[in-house]
């Protein structure tokens, strides 16, 4: 099997898999990086959403091989050692999570809005199409909201 | 774990609850359950309605009384750094049961909540019917126990201190995990805990904290797990680092509960990237490879023959005929009276927790070791251990932090394929339901018919009866042990009269409608249903609050004021108030665009939902705004159950307007997001508003309350703006998609 080289929050890895093992694989069973949650597998739910490059992913659709040479950051690169992410504080201030498992990819998707808008309309928000089973898009809003207002 | 009671008992409270002293170096106190049914309140009628069963004695009230006889049920351990350790017999799937017992111990002992740790107990097949977390009661079993627990430590680190400092016991105060002196001298919880666990201290009389004194009970306070979950420490089961427990993927049949009959390439799979393993088990072909992608691979790169499952021929349109046949006549003609008859149609709807089913299982010759989120866990150890053939003290089971439930984990399906996987391979095995598998396989609140009839005259309601027939719900994981799930197999009594009790504990009407009568038929379909948030109150309730905007129309009344006044009690008008004056109600909306309310009773709390929907498009309508307020009796933490309303809304805008399953020749269409349609930011209200009531008496239920009124306000919202009065839920139920392959 061949080996792709890239960094997971900072750190140069190497994982030998095969070229179209999705990248949510990889972090997971590989490199044992578990904030990334599978919860479809074919990008419906977004539980799995980190960045490359910058650029939001999911990466239970991106091959392995696509990250050849490239920066990874998943829900445990957000912050700085022990200092949160703006939009991590906002989610403690506004206590969003229920049963969390899918915050990391909601957080990753939130930072990646506030990334392209700094004063995100609801209807941007909106666009966050990350299912959250325990219902928590209202207080995820608030969170988006209050960040914004921070950042 | 708990060593057998050291000491005496110590005696607290008027109602005798049980404390022990358990042998260990560190202060360890164990509690008993043990609690009286609360005497129901009385009607202040209208035309009165008798008490319905689920006002004497509801489900929580048999959950709790089924549960007395268990001792040390909780055990609570004063560490020496500090920390005091709860081991709970209770599952944590998102609803913030540890945030809320961990704040009942920092109350009671005085210790900073971050210094409060909870852990989630092992099976522990003595507890009984006593590890179920189930039917709303979680917080209504453990309010007193877990206090009693907390105060017994207290005494006992006061009366160290007492010895320690020369000081009697009463000149000393407790706060901030420390007892100190007036005299500015102070000492640890830690640095006393060794001698608060000597059996000889003598303590005085242990008394709760009288609740008018609690700062920390009743304060908004967040996840205690919060930070672990933003920053992807939290860990679930499939986090976790078994050694040697590779990633394992299930092919499932075309129907539901079809079996293996040949596999026709085994060997080329055998052979694929990263296989590891293959297994034929009962409910189809395990692999097991490297990862989980190899894993899926590997099982859709399967060739399988399938023997027929159990419900091959049917599709929804013979469900509901089924159904429609099943619903009990009623027994009062519309002769002599006006009335309204109204009938309802509800879908099958997936649990569909983020978290699929999962479960790791090490299987070993004399020994077994399972990790899975469960909500039965005794049941679970006792039908693992008997169908891999160990003795049921052989086998352990670690309760673990599940991704959402919403009843799904009460079932332990995943725990016991795990195991029977590992034992088939010789191998510890990781094992994840795929997406498609946990819709189409997993479990489902049942389809359900509903009938209604209320007679009226003179501006009274005289009776009302309420014929619900419904795909039988599974009730087989018991009250959480062996005994009775056995009995809910039987074929004579068995699930049904369950499902009679359950029924009958949960379901109740909050209005004095005269003669109220609710009777439910279930038609026995070999399918995987299990009791979904609210059980069967969102769907009943849910209806029987469309038919109170009906009778309040025909009786020409305000559906706010015509509820005041035939609400039976002043909790519940109290919480209707509050919607209509924060909300506005009334208030002039555009064209398209409407108001609905509606009120739900249960588990001793009581909450009323107003929405305005914006139903411009009737296919595709959204709720813009919600109002809630809810009576609990007693918060014990507001926050938590502002965010377990909100999910409740959720739900109700979900499976009443969009998400439901379609069977089709014996199995779900749907199989994923993209096909079940549970809402989505762009689904759900920018504006919503929760009101806790001020506590007024014991805690009552929460976790299920929110869904059955929220379904009845969306519903009545719906109809107001479209003119339309909607009989079949979800509302917009298309199939709008290309079904997966089976």
């Known amino acids: 099997m061949p080996n792709y080289t890239f ?145 | 774990m708990a060593s057998p009671p050291q000491s005496e008992p110590t005696r607290i409270g008027r109602r005798g609850f049980l404390t022990f002293l358990v042998a260990a170096p560190v202060l360890t106190v164990a509690a008993d359950l043990a609690t009286e049914a609360v005497a129901p309140g009385t009607a202040n009628a209208v035309v009165p309605t008798l008490p319905a069963p689920a006002d004497l004695t509801d489900l929580g009230d048999i959950l709790i009384l089924a549960g007395t006889p268990t001792a040390n049920m909780l055990v609570l351990q004063v560490e020496r750094d500090n920390r005091v350790h709860l081991q709970l017999p209770r599952a944590e799937v998102g609803q913030g049961l540890t945030t809320a017992t961990a704040m009942l111990v920092a109350e009671e002992l005085d210790v900073p909540l971050d210094q409060v740790v909870v852990t989630l107990s092992d099976a522990r097949t003595e507890l009984l019917f006593n590890q179920l977390t189930g039917g709303s009661n979680s917080i209504r079993s453990l309010y007193t126990p877990v206090r009693t627990a907390a105060a017994t430590a207290r005494a006992r680190v006061v009366a160290a201190a007492s010895e320690r400092f020369g000081v009697p016991a009463a000149k000393l105060v407790t706060r901030g995990g420390a007892v100190h002196t007036a005299d500015g001298r102070s000492a640890g919880y830690g640095e006393l805990t060794a001698a608060a666990a000597r059996s000889t201290l003598a303590i005085g009389e242990v008394r709760l904290k009288p609740e008018a004194q609690h700062n920390v009970v009743g304060t908004p306070t967040s996840r205690v797990d919060a930070r672990a979950m933003v920053t992807g420490q939290q860990r679930y089961t499939l ?234 719900t599974d009730f087989r994981h018991g009250l959480g042990e062996i005994l009775t799930a056995t009995a809910a197999h039987l074929p004579v009594a068995g699930n049904l009269s369950f499902a009679q009790t359950v029924f009958l504990t949960t379901v109740k009407s909050p209005y004095n409608f005269g003669v109220t009568t609710q009777l439910l038929n279930e038609v026995p379909l070999q399918m995987h249903t299990g009791s979904f948030r609210s059980v069967y109150s969102a769907n009943t309730r849910g209806a029987e609050e469309m038919v109170v905007d009906l009778l309040a129309a025909k009786l020409g009344k305000d559906p706010v004021a015509f509820r005041r006044e035939f609400l039976k009690t002043d909790r519940q008008r109290a919480v209707l108030d509050k919607v209509a004056s924060a909300g506005n109600w009334g208030r002039a909306m555009p064209k398209g665009f409407a108001q609905g309310v509606a009120v739900h009773d249960e588990y001793k709390s009581c909450t009323a939902c107003l929405v305005e929907i914006d139903a411009r498009d009737p296919k595709a309508p959204r709720v813009v705004k ?106 917009n139920f298309p199939v709008d998609f290309d079904p997966f392959p089976r």
């Open chain 1, 7 to 151: 960094s997971v929050n900072g750190k140069t890895v190497t994982v030998d898999a095969p070229a179209d093992l999705p990248l949510l694989w990889a972090l997971r069973d590989k490199l044992g990086v578990k904030g990334p949650k599978y919860g479809c597998g074919i990008d419906v739910c977004k539980a799995c959403t980190s960045h490359l490059d910058g650029e939001k992913i999911n990466p239970c659709v991106v091959p392995v091989s696509e990250a050849e040479g490239r920066e990874v950051t998943t829900i445990e690169g957000l912050a700085q050692g022990d200092k949160l992410h703006p939009v991590q504080e906002a989610w403690l201030e506004q206590d969003v999570a229920q049963c969390g498992y899918c915050q990391p990819g909601q957080i990753m998707a939130a930072v990646a809005l506030l990334k392209k808008t700094r004063n995100p309309t609801d209807a941007e928000i909106d666009e966050i199409e990350n299912v959250c089973r325990c219902g928590t898009y209202f207080r995820i809003r608030e969170a988006i909201r209050s960040a914004a207002a921070k950042m």
């Open chain 2, 239 to 472: 986090d976790l680092d078994v050694p040697g427990a590779m990633p394992t993927m299930v092919r499932r049949p075309p129907t539901i509960n079809g079996t293996v009959r040949a596999i026709t390439n085994e060997a080329a799979v055998r052979a694929m990237p990263g296989v590891l393993a293959l297994a034929v088990v009962p409910t189809g072909v395990a692999v097991t490879a490297e990862t989980f992608g190899q894993a899926l691979d590997a099982k859709n790169a399967l060739q399988v023959t399938w023997n027929g499952g159990t419900v091959d021929n049917l599709s929804d349109v013979d469900i509901r005929k089924q159904l429609h046949a099943a619903a009990l006549p009623f027994v009062v003609p519309p002769l002599l009276t006006q009335y309204v008859d109204a009938e309802f149609d509800f879908a099958f709807v997936s649990h569909a927790p983020m978290e699929t089913n999962s479960a790791i299982a090490d299987v070993r010759g004399d020994s077994a070791e399972i990790w899975a989120g469960l909500k039965s866990p005794i049941v679970a150890k006792q039908t693992i251990a008997q169908a891999i053939g160990l003795p049921v003290d052989k086998v352990t089971v670690h309760v673990v932090q599940g991704g959402g439930s919403f009843g799904r984990r009460l079932f332990f399906d995943a725990a016991l394929e795990a195991a029977q996987i590992s034992k088939a391979m010789k191998r510890p095995v990781k094992l994840m339901w795929s997406r498609i598998d946990d819709m189409r396989h997993g479990r489902a609140r049942a389809a359900s018919h509903h009938k209604i009839r209320a007679t009226f005259a003179l501006g009274q309601v005289l009776t009302f009866e309420h014929r619900v027939a419904s795909v039988e």
């Open chain 2, 626 to 731: 919600a109002v809630i307020a809810a009576d609990v009796g007693r918060p014990i933490n507001p926050r938590g159950l502002q965010a377990q309303l909100l999910g409740g809304l959720t739900d109700a805008i979900s499976t009443t307007l969009r998400a439901g399953l379609h069977i089709d020749k014996g199995l779900p269409l749907e199989g994923s997001y993209s096909q079940f349609h549970y809402a989505r930011q762009k689904d759900t209200p920018t504006d919503v508003q929760i009101f806790v009531m001020p506590a007024n008496g014991e805690p009552g239920g929460a976790g299920e309350l929110g869904l059955p009124a929220a379904v009845g306000a969306i519903a009545n919202a719906y109809t107001c703006a479209t003119g339309t009065r909607p009989t079949s839920f979800p509302i």
